[in-house]
């Protein structure tokens, strides 16, 4: 068995054991990257100087019988809108190209703490906005591992080609419309997005405030229990995050669950009406449900009818929100400054004109309009008033059901170049996962089946806030039923060839 | 429904600090209305006066941090990544003459 394709626990436990060393399972994910990246761009900033030497200080902790953190050796990427201090945080953007951070977001700083080793940076759209990992002007666009002329959907789509590919055992995203669970489902890895609060903005390149949360990817439901584990928690340095914390433990545990009995799992109609999904996402999620049944489980029909007005909602309050967040790239404190200007209005104007995407500033555009005056009540206001419909829908929805399953992604991983340039469409492919974040809702999106032409394709399981433990229970039952998680896109099966002792 | 003509580009091209060339103009101008003529459906629906809106979807009152005193990151730390700095400021062009 590959080093590259093993579990995160049982990696840190072999590890911690002295089975194998931090150093060895480090080099294997070092040399997949090294086959496989020029393919797939994975990485923004591969950090193998740093990564071998925390890998060797861990041995030596090891080697001297010191304490070690429960991600011992884990090899984990960050997304690259992820504070780390001393590596490159870009978003990859030009306007932050070469930022090297002082500190250390909470997320990472807990990471690392845990005895993780961070092997790099990894791709995503530009501040990521972005359904699929083509606008990244630093790295160029990232590639599916399971088809290179198809995207692996995004905005952390590095992060979803990275684990699934073998290049990392688990990654970190950030997720403000469906940025982990989306590319997950492209390329057939499994990636939780907590409730909003559960884990600490601190340290998160912001996009949308009231939206983005950060989340594990990983190639089971039982390893982003792990990666959740370690990053969730309050911090006094994020006003938002949850005061009361997860049991020790308590993530893991729920991934023992088998038996799904009297478990109520709520199909909500419009998902598959006016349009729906694609006839071979349908079919796989159908089926999934029914595995959900013959594990105990009771699907009954229920309704979220605010679902058309989502991605209305959901694209004026972001973009209001980025707007506001992305005032602050200025070229004064950190990044690019455009050169010649001769005053300081001049020098925002084209430090911001020269380093921000096509993207970025179309959205920066359409929040500034939501926000202007004289359409801050009709558009901005309004689409607030609608959230708070959309969330209603849920707290209804759930006092019949106990979680809530859908497809991910309206349809499976799409070619490189087919929705550029046309934005509307971009966003039509987050339609089944905006809802989650406008309500604040844990949402996890794991494989379900492949379509026609083997493309991975997900299930997404909603829960009420704070139902992480059974999100996990329910994904973990069902991933001990079926094998979808444990394929492998053939390009990374023969990369790496190290067997485990 | 409002559309999005050339001239309201502009000006909220200039009150998002952008500054875009003619090619950009009228693209994102043809963008951002389709776009626009997507949200206008929330027009459809009829909003009771009653409903408020949502700002957070987690109802967490403002917490205050105790007020201690704590460590913060050397200057010169902060100041390291700036484009143009002294041994205490970040620099930025004149806007002041004389």
Known sequence: MSLCFVDVTELARRIAGREISAEEVTRAHLEQARQLDGALRAFITLDAQGALEAARALDSRLARGEPVGPLCGVPVALKDNLVSAGLQTSAGSRILAGWIPPYDGTAVARIRAADAVILGKLNLDEFAMGSSTESSPLRGPCCNPWDTTRVPGGSSGGAAAAVAAGLCAGALGTDTGGSIRQPAALCGVSGLKPTYGRVSRYGVIAFASSLDQVGPLARSVRDCAALLEVIAGPDPRDSTSIPRGLAPGSLLAACARRDLAGLRVGVPREYFEQGGPEPDVERAVREAIEELRALGAEPREISLPHTPYAVATYYLIATAEASSNLARYDGVRFGLRAEGARSLDEMYTRTRQQGFGAEVKRRIMLGTFALSTGYYEAYYGRAQRVRTLIRRDFTRAFERCDVIATPTSPFPAFRQGEKQGDPLQMYLADIYTLSCNLAGLPGLSLPCGFSAGGLPLGLQLLGPPLAEETLLGVGAAYQAATDWHRRRPPLADGAAQEALP | ?98
């Open chain 2, 1 to 98: 429904m409002s559309r999005i003509t050339p001239e309201l580009m502009r000006h909220v091209a200039e009150l998002s600090r952008l500054e875009l060339s003619d090619d950009e103009l009228t693209t994102f101008t043809r963008q951002l209305d389709a776009v626009l003529a997507h949200v206008a459906q929330l027009e459809e629906l009829d909003l009771d006066e009653a409903i408020e809106g949502t700002a957070h979807a987690v109802d967490l009152t403002c917490p205050w941090r105790a007020d201690e005193p704590g460590p913060s990151l050397p200057r010169d730390r902060v100041l390291g990544p700036a484009p143009e700095r002294d041994e205490a400021c970040f620099v930025v062009p004149r806007i002041i003459e004389g």
